[in-house]
């Protein structure tokens, strides 16, 4: 395993705790900021060359918070994992003579609900992206093209500098939600269960991770969804053409004419049947 930071003395304390349980032969670290293409091939590259065989396995990791603005939140915790991804993609990718692979990133609770503040959006923002990311490339298709599978893990707040590392956004942020922080050896043991799963299972999976609940798969229905609400949109045309957009609320009258339709189809099923 290798690990790579842009905080070198804490990357190096990190790999000797762990060489003196796992072996020195069994990690390696390598100074690298994610935002820097080159950074990040140079990682690859010495990874590859310290063990002397190809990479099974890439962790898209880094983050930050909003604290430091948008464009490094941004730059970090979204184009850090694009950087890595798609490098990820152009080494192990099966259709460029390499042999697949996986790639796990680390998303957020936050990639899966919004922000309602300006100030934490670029995170919430960027987190969005990498479920999406994991979504669009976490394909069959992509499977059978490339031989690599994806997930990413959303957990909520967690003991990491991200949450506490600032005093006045880990008291803001106790303040206004009600939630329990999470050691990161809860997050270490999802990860360890997800790589344990059947991967064809987990492909394209966000993993969400919160205080005293089973991990659960974040659903992913937009497909379905989009023809759901196509479908209710199409018959509002016909029946109200002068209704411009077909709101929530209108939405909520075709969830309830889906439900009793789908009741009364079942109950008459049945009555026939018996």
């Known amino acids: 395993m290798t690990i790579s930071d842009v905080l070198v003395d804490q990357g190096k304390e990190t790999v000797s705790r762990f060489a003196e349980q796992y072996g020195k032969d069994k990690v390696h670290f390598v100074k690298c900021d994610v935002r820097n293409e080159d950074d990040v091939k ?7 060359t310290f063990f002397g065989s190809e990479v099974d396995v ?3 990791n880094a983050g930050v918070n909003h604290l430091p603005g948008w464009k490094i939140c941004v730059d970090i915790d979204l184009i850090g994992v694009l950087n890595g991804t798609y490098l990820a993609f152009d080494k192990m990718s099966r259709a460029k003579g390499g042999k697949g692979g996986v790639i796990i990133s680390t998303a957020s ?4 609900v919004g922000s309602n503040e300006l100030e934490s959006s670029p995170y919430f923002i960027a987190k969005h992206a990498v479920v999406a990311m994991t979504k669009s490339l976490g394909t069959p298709k992509v499977y059978r093209e490339h031989g690599i599978r994806l997930a990413c893990i959303c957990p909520s707040f967690t003991d990491t500098d991200i949450v506490t590392g600032d005093k006045q956004l880990h008291q803001k942020i106790k303040e206004k939600y009600d939630y329990e922080l999470m050691p990161v050896s809860r997050i270490a043991s999802a990860f360890v269960s997800l790589m344990k799963t ?4 987990s492909n394209g999976k966000a993993l969400v991770v919160v205080p005293e609940v089973t991990d659960f798969y ?3 229905h937009d497909l379905q969804m989009l023809k ?5 949109g199409k018959l509002l045309k016909k029946a109200k053409p002068e209704v411009a957009i077909f709101t929530s609320r209108l939405q909520f009258v075709w969830l309830l004419i889906t439900f009793l339709a789908f009741y009364f189809i079942l ?6 049947v018996f």
């Open 218 to 220: 974040w659903p992913n």
């Open 198 to 201: 059947d991967l064809n299972s």
């Open 42 to 48: 140079a990682l690859w590259d010495e990874t590859v």
């Open 228 to 232: 759901w609400l196509g479908l209710g």
């Open 267 to 272: 109950r008459f099923g049945l009555c026939c």
């Open 109 to 112: 609770l936050a990639g899966c």
């Open 58 to 60: 890439m962790v898209n």
